[in-house]
């Protein structure tokens, strides 16, 4: 299910017959802004199409207002077996015409990403899990520091 599918409120309504987005037949806020609750259960592909599952959850830092991640659910089958990632945020595209996400990475290297069971989530707060996510996924985290 994608975006335009989960939105009850027409944020993403357009009369763009060929499934693409257009500037001048688009009304409300997407896809620069976008409501999470729609984003949730997304597809995420990669650069050549394979299927790596979906977006099951988006994690933001409360305190300074960004998304950190998007928890991604891939392999089993009715959450047996499941596998979970938490994929920086900024290492997801959005792709428009497909609506979905794309994720530059191949299929095997996701399988071998660092991940974690839904009954054992890891501590995504702690600056050191980030760094190693961040590295693996080849993103930068967020730079926290803020001018008042």
């Known amino acids: 299910m994608n975006y335009e599918e989960r939105d009850p ?9 060929t499934g693409g987005f257009d500037s001048e037949i688009h009304q409300g806020p997407g896809p620069r802004l976008m409501g999470a609750n729609t984003l949730i259960g997304n597809d995420v592909c990669n650069q050549d ?15 300074s207002g960004r998304v950190s991640y998007a928890v991604l659910s891939f392999g089993g ?3 047996l077996g499941e596998k979970l990632f938490a994929v920086p945020w900024s290492a997801l595209k959005l792709d428009t015409v497909n609506k979905r996400f794309t994720l530059n990475i191949d299929k095997s290297r ?3 990403a660092p ?12 600056s050191a899990w980030a760094a190693g ?3 693996y996924y080849g993103t930068l985290p967020h730079d926290d520091t803020r001018v008042n």
């Open 49 to 63: 199409g394979d299927d790596l599952g979906d977006i099951k959850e988006i994690m933001l830092d409360v305190s």
């Open 77 to 79: 089958f009715l959450t």
């Open 110 to 112: 996701l399988e071998n």
């Open 9 to 17: 409120y027409g944020i993403y309504r357009s009369s763009d017959t």
């Open 115 to 126: 991940g974690f069971d839904k009954d054992k989530w890891p501590n995504m707060a702690d």
């Open 133 to 135: 996510i961040h590295a």
